[in-house]
């Protein structure tokens, strides 16, 4: 494959083109919009960090610390929304997937680029949408991230008309994501880029996408279902008017854990592409791999009931979702097998970003382990609604996504900025983050099976120690991720040049100039091996 390494970067202006920021927020170009989504969501997640932040320090100590009742259920409810729907969705295939997706498989750009355009516009819509709901009606809704019936559609009076709203038009962006990469994987593979020659990061955004497509319409009917009850009076969900509560943590859950998987697959994908590059050697079981991915995508859509073994469902629906939940850990358990074996006589390079993929693995681990148990009727009925949920679903989505993210952010960063961060602050800071990870949601684990409730505002004495560990965990963690993120600013203002392959890559995205220029390839590229075979690949010395 040729490629012309004077071109100019997608972050310049073409020659003979309007300049200026309409050249970005108007862009078709798959970069420029993936690195807009990057920009917004990293400064999402900075906000609901420090949300999270101030939440672990009114819960220091019994009683009021730092705010009111009415004030913390504001805060948790929009550190959720915000975490879930404005930065852990979007994030790796929104911003990574868009940037890497059509080059990893040889192509020009998506298939809709003018539809992908849209869809940052949508996020940026619902975005506004759900600041507005902050300051408008009778202050930001205090219902949690869930949205759960009778108390969003008829007992609060904050103004959760314009929060459902907001995560109804979300839901579309990510929707028309979701067709843009299951559309271009299909049309838009070049010569040689069979199903089994694509980085298993295509891989996981195709099995990501299709859930996105079919999983995402159930929420919008469901949010809208809330909007119309609330601003109609039509009687869906609450009793007194004939309705079931029960039928809105169905409809919820349908789509919200399917969206789980949204969040951790691309996350999977990412680190399948990361070991085998500092491990040099081919991925172990690349089929098994892939084939997972889809299997994933498949099983996590029919277990949403086991958010619900205490709503009185029949015991032989307990038993048939307890089982399929038991079913979807086996393909994850492939993957992370497969990972292990790549490692296994590897010729391993220490770089950040492989710390990063190996604390996924192992805080992932934790996180579905913890899940059996919650997956399993009769220890979920001790649980439920505990402390463990919350550790759990942390070491699942922040363990996992979180950490399979900054391990996308590290490897990826030359490439997208040609320069490269400071690596011996990157390692810092990735320990830091890690110990304060551990010492934050750990202790959550042991106060759940002790009983201590969560989404509570105050609690028993007997709790008072772990959640001052908690909270000492929550500091060291919010000083890792601030090291991390100044790091990675540095690097890209006046990090050293980086113009070639630092890791030495085998994937498409690694023949090319750093930064990409606008067109991704000078001549069609023909692909003749795999992602993964690095013979004759050298890496450069940028690092």
């Not at 028309?176 to 996981?204: D, K, Q, Y």
């Not at 958010?307 to 469902?313: A, D, E, I, R, Y």
Request: charged share 10%.
């Amino acid at each position: 494959m040729a490629s012309d390494h004077s071109a100019v970067s997608f972050f310049e202006t073409q020659p003979g083109t309007r300049g200026g920021i309409t050249s970005w927020i108007f862009s078709t170009d798959h970069k420029r919009i993936g690195i807009m989504y990057l920009w917004g969501i990293m400064g999402f997640f900075i906000v609901g960090m420090l949300l999270g932040f101030l939440i672990r320090m009114e819960l220091i100590a019994p009683g009021r610390d730092i705010m009111d009742q009415q004030t913390y259920n504001v805060m948790f409810t929009l550190h959720g929304v915000i975490m879930i729907f404005l930065v852990v969705i979007p994030s790796i295939p929104a911003a990574f997937g868009n940037i890497f997706l059509p080059i990893q498989i040889g192509a020009e750009d998506v298939s809709f680029p003018r539809l992908n355009n849209f869809s940052w516009w949508l996020y940026v819509a619902g975005a506004s949408l759900a600041l507005v709901s902050l300051f408008t009606g009778n202050g930001p809704p205090d219902t949690g991230w869930t949205f759960y019936v009778p108390f969003s559609s008829n007992v609060t009076t904050t103004n959760v008309d314009v929060a459902v709203m907001a995560v109804f038009i979300l839901g579309f962006s990510s929707i028309l994501t979701g067709l843009n990469f299951v559309t271009t994987l299909h049309r838009l593979r070049a010569p040689g880029m069979t199903w089994t020659r694509m980085p298993l990061f295509c891989w996981s955004l195709y099995a990501t996408g299709w859930i996105q497509i079919l999983a995402t319409p159930v929420l919008g009917i469901t949010v809208l279902l809330i909007f119309a009850e609330r601003m109609l009076g039509v009687g869906l969900f609450d009793p007194a008017k004939g309705g079931d509560p029960i039928l809105y943590q169905h409809l919820f859950w349908i789509y919200s854990h399917p969206a789980v998987y949204i969040m951790i697959l691309p996350a999977m994908g990412v680190i399948s592409d990361v070991l085998p590059v500092f491990a040099r050697r081919d991925i172990f079981g690349y089929k098994m791999i892939a084939f997972s991915s889809v299997m994933i995508a498949f099983a996590g859509s029919l277990v949403w009931a086991h958010h619900m073994f205490t709503s009185g469902m029949s015991d032989t629906a307990v038993l048939v979702f307890s089982f399929l939940t038991f079913v979807v850990a086996i393909p994850s358990a492939i993957k992370i097998f497969n990972w292990v074996s790549t490692l296994y006589k590897g010729s391993i390079y220490t770089d950040p970003p492989l710390w990063f993929a190996l604390a996924f693995i192992f805080l992932f681990s934790i996180g579905g382990l913890t899940g059996l148990i919650l997956g399993s009727a009769g220890t979920d009925i001790h649980v439920h609604d505990t402390y463990f949920v919350v550790g759990h679903f942390h070491y699942v989505i922040f363990g996992g996504l979180g950490f399979g993210l900054f391990s996308a952010m590290h490897y990826w960063f030359p490439k997208i900025f040609g320069r490269m961060y400071n690596m011996r602050t990157a390692k810092i800071a990735c320990v830091i983050i890690f110990t304060g990870f551990n010492i934050l949601y750990f202790p959550m684990l042991i106060m759940g099976l002790q009983g201590m409730p969560r989404r509570y505002y105050d609690y028993l004495p007997q709790y008072t120690f772990g959640h001052q560990v908690s909270t000492v965990g929550s500091w060291i963690l919010v000083a890792g991720l601030l090291l991390m993120f100044w790091n990675l600013l540095q690097g890209s203002l006046r990090g050293r040049k980086c113009s070639g392959n630092p890791w030495g890559g085998a994937s498409l995205e690694w023949q090319i100039p750093s930064p990409p220029p606008h067109h991704n390839f000078v001549t069609d590229p023909v692909v003749d091996r795999g992602p993964y075979d690095f013979r004759g690949v050298e890496r450069d010395d940028c690092r």
